[in-house]
Structures are given as structure tokens and as C-alpha cells.
């Protein structure tokens, strides 16, 4: 869990570093080894650290990739980002940390915004490009990841929490009545894009947005659950639904076991957390 911020300038002005650092500052406790801020004229990122794939100063970010004329800042984790670092390499790309950020820096310049469909983890980022001054936000496709947005006149801000947003000042705090409902009527629950507040919303799941200098953008949906039957398992029996669902288990916790610290579990004693731990132990 780390934490992400930005500000985008589109009235020719520099971006508000000060505001950014109080973003950033707001979120210690989602990063607490390590903060940086990262300003080039209208845009300037923010990122908390909590170290758990690379753990030296080469994976710290805001990330600059000076050769690429990239800037990155990364919440979550790729899961499968070794097997994307090696194919990125056979293409010809040089890494200088280990981190799956970088491999996210280096996979966004060689697919640009359909690198989303390469990854496989939880995540929500940005990226400015120095040449063209366009940045790209994403979000994962369940959006476990959270990037909430506050607009103004000639600007956009973005963090991993509302409380950052409300520390830089100049969001509309008023109730959002529609949020409201939902809130009440979905289990506490708001549906992307709004948020309790009216100045306040949030990018939604599996959403790309690339935002052009003047402010103009354009979103792309990349995934959708799909909800229908399957006629190759029109025939399988009990038994082979429940050792389809443990292979599947089983895959998803092999992928999570992926980092340079310790992994540990949340448990809370049912039997969904319970199966987590069992396959834990049972994969060493």
C-alpha cells in the first residue's frame, strides 16, 4: 500500500508543489518508508513509500525515466512482472532497479495505454511524458486500487485518499445527495464515479484516462466481467467444480507470494481467509 498524488496544470501555470507536498505529506501512514515530490512545469507527482519489491532508493519514486521522458507514480503491485521485465528486455529494454514499478515506466512506453492488458495485480498510477505533456491515469479492472479526482478551473488533482485532496484545498465539500442514496441504499457502498462529496470523484475500475495539455480527455474501458455460461463445462460434475475452483485458489495466492519482504495474511478466522492461509502453508 503506498500513496499517489498529482497536480495538472492546463492555464499555462506551474503546478502548486506546495499543495502536492501536503498531499503527500497526508499520507504517511499508506507510505512510511520513504516520500518524494517530482515537478516539470504543469505537472508534478507525489508518492509515499512502502517498500516490498526492491527495497533499495532505485526503486523509489516518483520514478524519471530520463531516457523514455517518463514520470511514474505507482500504487499496487504486478504480480506477474518478472515475466514482463524478461520480455521487455528481449525487447531490448535496460532496467536499473528491480522494482515492478519500473517494469510498469517501461511497459506503458513499449504498449503505451493497452499495457494494462499485460499486467496482472492491483493497481492505480499515473504517467506524464515530458515531449508531448500528456498524462495517463489507470486503475486496475476491480478498481481494489483507489484514485480519487478534484477539478477546478484550469486544473486536476489526484490522490490515493479524499483526505489529501482536502488537505490541498479548494474542493467543493458539499454533499452529494445522489452518493447519498447510494450509500444508504448499497451497503455503504458509493459506485464509481461519485463520492460522498460533490467536488470529490473517483476514476473508475478498469478505466484508462489520458489527459491532453489543455485539459481534454478521452476514457477507455479495458475489461468487463463477462457473466455467461460456458458450454466446454456444460458437463462437469461437482468434483470438477471444486477442483477448478482450488487451481484457481491456488494460482491466485502462488501470484501474491511475489515480494522482497515477509507475507503475511489478514485472517479473520472464516473460511475464506482460513483456505488463504492453508494455501499458504501448503506452497511453503
Not at 100 to 122: L, N, T
Not at 156 to 175: I, M, N, P, Q
Request: glycine share 10%.
Amino acid at each position: 500500500m503506498c500513496g499517489i498524488c498529482g497536480e495538472i496544470r492546463f492555464d499555462g501555470q506551474a503546478a502548486d508543489v506546495g499543495a502536492v507536498a501536503r498531499m503527500t505529506g497526508t499520507m504517511a501512514a499508506r507510505g512510511p518508508d520513504s516520500e518524494g515530490v517530482v515537478a516539470h512545469g504543469p505537472v508534478a507527482f507525489g508518492h509515499r513509500r512502502l517498500s516490498i519489491i526492491d527495497l533499495s532508493a532505485c526503486g523509489a519514486q516518483p520514478m524519471v525515466d530520463s531516457d523514455l521522458g517518463l514520470t511514474l507514480v505507482f500504487n499496487g503491485c504486478i504480480y506477474n512482472y518478472k515475466q514482463l521485465r524478461d520480455e521487455l528486455q528481449a525487447a531490448g529494454y535496460r532496467f536499473f532497479s528491480t522494482a515492478d514499478s519500473e517494469v510498469v515506466i517501461k511497459a506503458f512506453h513499449h504498449w503505451g495505454v493497452r499495457c494494462v492488458d499485460q499486467f496482472k495485480g492491483m493497481f492505480a498510477f499515473a504517467v506524464a511524458d515530458r515531449d508531448t505533456g500528456v498524462v495517463t491515469l489507470a486503475r486496475d479492472r476491480l478498481g481494489i486500487k483507489p484514485l480519487y479526482l478534484a477539478s477546478a478551473p484550469g486544473r486536476l488533482r489526484f490522490a490515493s485518499t479524499v483526505r489529501a485532496l482536502l488537505k490541498a484545498g479548494g474542493v467543493d465539500t458539499e454533499l452529494d445527495r445522489h452518493a447519498l442514496h447510494h450509500y444508504m441504499t448499497f451497503h455503504s457502498v458509493v459506485p464509481a464515479p461519485r463520492t460522498i462529496y460533490r467536488g470529490v470523484r473517483k476514476l473508475p475500475p478498469a478505466t484508462v484516462r489520458v489527459i491532453q495539455p489543455d485539459g481534454s480527455h478521452t476514457d477507455t474501458v479495458y475489461w468487463t466481467p463477462e457473466f455467461r455460461r460456458d458450454p466446454s463445462t456444460a458437463s462437469w460434475s461437482v468434483a470438477d467444480w471444486e477442483a477448478a475452483l482450488m487451481d484457481a485458489l491456488r494460482t491466485a495466492v502462488k501470484r501474491r507470494m511475489v515480494a522482497d519482504v515477509p507475507v503475511g495474511v489478514l485472517l479473520s478466522g472464516g473460511i475464506d481467509s482460513s483456505i488463504v492461509v492453508a494455501l499458504l502453508a501448503e506452497q511453503g
